[in-house]
Nanobody, 119 residues
Framework: QVQLVESGGGLVQPGGSLRLSCAAS????????MSWYRQAPGKQRDLVAA???????NYAGFVKGRFTISRDNAKNTVYLQMNSLTPDDTAVYYC?????????????WGQGTQVTVSS
């Protein structure tokens, strides 16, 4: 059994910052790429940022240098530091992990954490 647990969401004013965390636990043999997605009401789920096991990163264009993804392999945890937030960043943020458990390699998703940017 594998679980991804996200934390760090909440309400923040425009221009503010939040740091999201996603911890993977359970029967993990190997953890490969980890990524963050977001989904606003009525919209599709979009990739925000991704990081490989070796630390290479990829960002969506709308991030524009405001967000930073990082990971702690010893803790099986990925982070998303979000700065200069705007109301357009309001969404549910989901963590995804490409990992090998005892039996199979596949993607796992977290339950999502709400980020609301509003004054």
């Amino acid at each position: 059994q594998v679980q991804l647990v996200e934390s760090g969401g909440g309400l923040v004013q425009p221009g503010g910052s939040l740091r999201l965390s996603c911890a993977a636990s359970g029967s993990i043999v190997s953890l490969y790429a980890m990524s963050w997605y977001r989904q606003a009401p009525g919209k599709q789920r979009d990739l925000v940022a991704a990081i490989t096991g070796g630390g290479s990163t990829n960002y969506a264009g709308f991030v524009k240098g405001r967000f930073t993804i990082s990971r702690d392999n010893a803790k099986n945890t990925v982070y998303l530091q979000m700065n200069s937030l705007t109301p357009d960043d309001t969404a549910v943020y989901y963590c995804k992990a490409d990992l090998l458990n005892t039996w199979v390699r596949r993607d796992y998703w977290g339950q999502g954490t709400q980020v609301t940017v509003s004054s």
